[in-house]
Nanobody, 120 residues
C-alpha cells in the first residue's frame, strides 16, 4: 500500500521558517518523481515544487513555482524514504494545507497534508 504522511506544519510568524516532511512507504521512493502541492482555503490546488527521480542520493533535478522560488527548497533522503520542503521567509500568502504527491503507473497518490499558517 502506497502511503505518504506529511508532518512539520504549524503556526509561524511572517519571515519565519518551517521544514515539512513527507514519509513515503509502499513503493520504491527513489524511482518516482515527487512533488509538493498546497491548497489555501477556498482555492484550488497549487503546485509548489517538484523533484525528478534522477539524481544523487539526496537531490535530483528540482523545479519551483515562481511564488516560492528562492524561499523554498525541496530535498529528499533516500535512506529515510522521506521528502522535505524547507520553507523560509514565509509570507501570509503561504498559508495553506501542504501535501506531497506522486504518480505511480498512471495512478496519483497524495498524503493527507499538514497545515501551515503564517500569521502575526
Amino acid at each position: 500500500e502506497v502511503l505518504l504522511v506529511e508532518s512539520g506544519g504549524g503556526l509561524v510568524q511572517p519571515g519565519g521558517s518551517l521544514k515539512l516532511s513527507c514519509a513515503a512507504s509502499g513503493f520504491t521512493f527513489g524511482a518516482y518523481d515527487m512533488k509538493w502541492v498546497r491548497q489555501a482555503p477556498g482555492k484550488g490546488p497549487e503546485w509548489v515544487s517538484s523533484m525528478r527521480r534522477r539524481g544523487s542520493n539526496t537531490i535530483g533535478t528540482t523545479y519551483y513555482s515562481d511564488s516560492v522560488k528562492g524561499r523554498f527548497t525541496i530535498l529528499k533522503d533516500l535512506t529515510k524514504n522521506t521528502l522535505y520542503l524547507q520553507m523560509s521567509n514565509l509570507k501570509p500568502e503561504d498559508t495553506a494545507l501542504y501535501y506531497c504527491a506522486t504518480e505511480i503507473e498512471g495512478r496519483p497518490f497524495r498524503g493527507q497534508g499538514t497545515q501551515v499558517t503564517v500569521s502575526s
